[in-house]
């Protein structure tokens, strides 16, 4: 596994922001640059049926090592990283022996990662850590999860004694503009379940995630003169001003946790004669869930009767839904990871994730698919950060699950 640290900081240099709001896939054509070199890279350490589409999407097989029949699995990260904040010229810095203490990425710009902001990285004192330079993020959401990958894979390929099924691999676009799952082949991929590398510390492991939906409100108003506007006009900036107060205070995301859902307002923009809200509603219950849209749409009814029929417009979609549905009748895809874990003295530690991955999706795609911890921090910031042991680990334990599906 000594090339895990190379294979990293070489794709993180290679820029693949992805961009909202594109209907292509991928969104970003500087995607392929990465893409390609997977391609070659999978080709030379041995791995077959490698292709590449004109969307980007990576797919590889290592065939089978037993005369038996097993599970056919999959291990699925995503290319491109957040357009939140640049991926281009992106200077990655190692720090070998970390001692503890707070971190200069950018002596020059005065940004430093700090231990009080940030003290959960004293964790790491006398490990190797891997940051930006403070002035792009450092991309390990998601090029952790494709060099541990690729070397899970090669590992397993240099060292036949370890006993395996067919194993799939994909390395996906447009994950961070939520459409990495939009033209994924399931069938195609032909895995029984699979698991994306995109977590975070060490241990994380997620087979919960957020109901999601994206609502967007325009109100329509009336401009006059302000000078002679009494009982004439009609401001449309007023009415979401009005709007927007009347979800709790209690239920955004800067005062919730854990499993506890939320209404939060994205983006406002307005004049007197047209504004719009945009929201996202979260809720890790699916009852919860619908009755947050729900209170949407009853809020939209209230105000229509107010101000007037066309006065309110509601756009609302369903963006995905809590894997849970789809992972629980098939636990042991769960329990498989876990005992991988714990087979390598790693302490699991099982959460719901607070967002969304590529997995929701395809676990309702039919392809169930939990989310292994992948090491980095603080993702789509330029104090991301990711610990080199952590990476390692999560390549044993692609390892592990593989050895343990074919000797179980």
Same mark, same amino acid.
């Given at each position: 596994?000594?090339?895990?640290?190379?294979?990293?900081?070489?794709?993180?240099?290679?820029?693949?922001?992805?961009?909202?709001?594109?209907?292509?896939?991928?969104?970003?054509?500087?995607?392929?640059?990465?893409?390609?070199?997977?391609?070659?890279?999978?080709?030379?350490?041995?791995?077959?049926?490698?292709?590449?589409?004109?969307?980007?999407?990576?797919?590889?097989?290592?065939?089978?090592?037993?005369?038996?029949?097993?599970?056919?699995?999959?291990?699925?990260?995503?290319?491109?990283?957040?357009?939140?904040?640049?991926?281009?010229?992106?200077?990655?810095?190692?720090?070998?022996?970390?001692?503890?203490?707070?971190?200069?990425?950018?002596?020059?710009?005065?940004?430093?990662?700090?231990?009080?902001?940030?003290?959960?990285?004293?964790?790491?004192?006398?490990?190797?850590?891997?940051?930006?330079?403070?002035?792009?993020?450092?991309?390990?959401?998601?090029?952790?999860?494709?060099?541990?990958?690729?070397?899970?894979?090669?590992?397993?390929?240099?060292?036949?004694?370890?006993?395996?099924?067919?194993?799939?691999?994909?390395?996906?676009?447009?994950?961070?503009?939520?459409?990495?799952?939009?033209?994924? +082949?399931? &069938?195609?991929?032909?895995? =029984?379940?699979?698991?994306?590398?995109?977590?975070?510390?060490? @241990?994380? $492991?997620?087979? %919960?995630?957020?109901?999601?939906?994206?609502?967007?409100?325009?109100?329509?108003?009336?401009?006059?003169?302000?000078?002679?506007?009494?009982?004439?006009?009609?401001?449309?900036?007023?009415?979401?001003?009005?709007?927007?107060?009347?979800?709790?205070?209690?239920?955004?995301?800067?005062?919730?946790?854990?499993?506890?859902?939320?209404?939060?307002?994205?983006?406002?923009?307005?004049?007197?004669?047209?504004?719009?809200?945009?929201?996202?509603?979260? +809720?890790? &219950?699916?009852?919860?869930? =619908?009755?947050?849209?729900?209170?949407?749409?009853?809020?939209? @009814?209230? $105000?229509?009767? %107010?101000?007037?029929?066309?006065?309110?417009?509601?756009?609302?979609?369903?963006?995905?839904?809590?894997?849970?549905?789809?992972?629980?009748?098939?636990?042991?895809?769960?329990?498989?990871?876990?005992?991988?874990?714990?087979?390598?003295?790693?302490?699991?530690?099982?959460?719901?994730?607070?967002?969304?991955?590529?997995?929701?999706?395809?676990?309702?795609?039919?392809?169930?698919?939990?989310?292994?911890?992948?090491?980095?921090?603080?993702?789509?910031?330029?104090?991301?950060?990711?610990?080199?042991?952590?990476?390692?680990?999560?390549?044993?334990?692609?390892?592990?699950?593989?050895?343990?599906?074919?000797?179980?």
């Amino acid at each position: 596994m000594e090339k895990l640290l190379e294979r990293f900081l070489r794709y993180v240099k290679i820029d693949t922001e992805s961009v909202p709001g594109v209907e292509q896939i991928p969104s970003t054509k500087k995607q392929f640059d990465l893409a390609n070199l997977l391609v070659e890279e999978l080709k030379e350490i041995g791995l077959e049926e490698v292709t590449i589409d004109e969307n980007c999407y990576v797919m590889a097989t290592l065939p089978s090592n037993v005369d038996k029949e097993v599970p056919t699995i999959g291990f699925v990260a995503h290319v491109d990283t957040t357009p939140d904040l640049t991926g281009k010229n992106v200077n990655p810095q190692v720090w070998e022996n970390y001692d503890g203490e707070d971190i200069v990425l950018n002596k020059e710009k005065g940004i430093v990662l700090s231990t009080e902001e940030f003290p959960e990285i004293k964790q790491y004192v006398g490990q190797t850590i891997v940051t930006t330079d403070g002035t792009t993020l450092l991309g390990a959401d998601d090029k952790a999860g494709v060099a541990e990958i690729m070397t899970a894979m090669d590992y397993l390929v240099k060292n036949p004694e370890i006993k395996h099924g067919k194993i799939r691999i994909c390395f996906t676009p447009d994950e961070e503009v939520g459409k990495g799952a939009d033209l994924f +082949d399931v &069938d195609k991929f032909g895995a =029984e379940w699979a698991y994306t590398m995109d977590g975070g510390p060490m @241990g994380e $492991f997620e087979y %919960e995630n957020f109901n999601a939906a994206y609502a967007e409100v325009t109100f329509r108003g009336q401009n006059v003169h302000p000078g002679t506007a009494k009982g004439k006009m009609v401001n449309s900036m007023n009415i979401a001003a009005k709007f927007a107060t009347k979800f709790p205070d209690s239920e955004t995301p800067e005062t919730t946790e854990k499993y506890e859902g939320f209404y939060h307002l994205l983006t406002m923009t307005g004049s007197v004669e047209e504004s719009k809200l945009q929201y996202i509603i979260r +809720d890790h &219950d699916r009852t919860i869930f =619908e009755a947050r849209k729900d209170h949407m749409k009853a809020l939209v @009814g209230t $105000f229509r009767n %107010e101000y007037g029929m066309n006065s309110v417009e509601l756009n609302m979609v369903d963006q995905y839904y809590n894997m849970k549905e789809k992972v629980e009748p098939n636990m042991h895809i769960v329990d498989l990871a876990l005992d991988a874990m714990k087979a390598l003295d790693i302490e699991p530690d099982v959460k719901a994730i607070r967002g969304g991955t590529d997995g929701a999706r395809l676990s309702f795609m039919g392809l169930p698919c939990p989310n292994i911890f992948a090491g980095g921090h603080n993702m789509h910031a330029r104090y991301e950060y990711v610990p080199v042991p952590t990476m390692k680990a999560a390549t044993k334990v692609i390892v592990k699950i593989a050895e343990l599906v074919a000797t179980k």
